[in-house]
């Protein structure tokens, strides 16, 4: 099993609801990441996740 998004990313926003959760980030409502909501990307209308090395790894494995 991976470690955590926050673990593997030594990230310091607690108050991210990541922190809080024991589901993967990236199925979480309202996730920080690089200090910004993880949201839908408008232009090409494609999950932000897609394009988190955390994420890619983790669908891999």
Partial sequence: ??????????????????????????EIKDTLCNGTTVEIISQYNKNKCNYCQYYKIAKRN
């Fill in 1 to 26: 099993m991976m470690e955590k998004c926050f673990e593997y990313f030594n990230c310091k926003q607690t108050e991210c609801p990541a922190h809080k959760d024991e589901s993967n980030c990236w």
